[in-house]
């Protein structure tokens, strides 16, 4: 994949997100976090981009989570 259809791919994802309100779990992430974001998007193949996007977002929703932040201070059992 070129890095033009890579930049434009980002682009819609992240416009379409802004529209649906849906990007703030980017807001997870400080900005070396979010370069390594962008280097494994660039480093994909086209069709592995939104499996990574999503993994990504998942892990932005668990760093989120009082749950689990709860769990990772009690450890968990082994």
């Not at 070396?32 to 193949?45: N, P």
């Amino acid at each position: 994949m070129t890095t033009k259809k890579i930049e434009i791919y980002l682009f819609n994802y992240i416009l379409k997100s802004i529209i649906e309100n849906k990007c703030d779990w980017l807001t997870t992430f400080d900005t070396e976090e979010l370069l390594e974001f962008v280097q494994e998007i660039q480093e994909a193949s086209e069709e592995d981009i939104p499996a990574i996007i999503h993994e990504w977002k998942e892990s932005a929703i668990a760093i989120k989570s009082d749950l689990l932040a709860e769990a990772f201070r009690r450890g968990f059992p082994k």
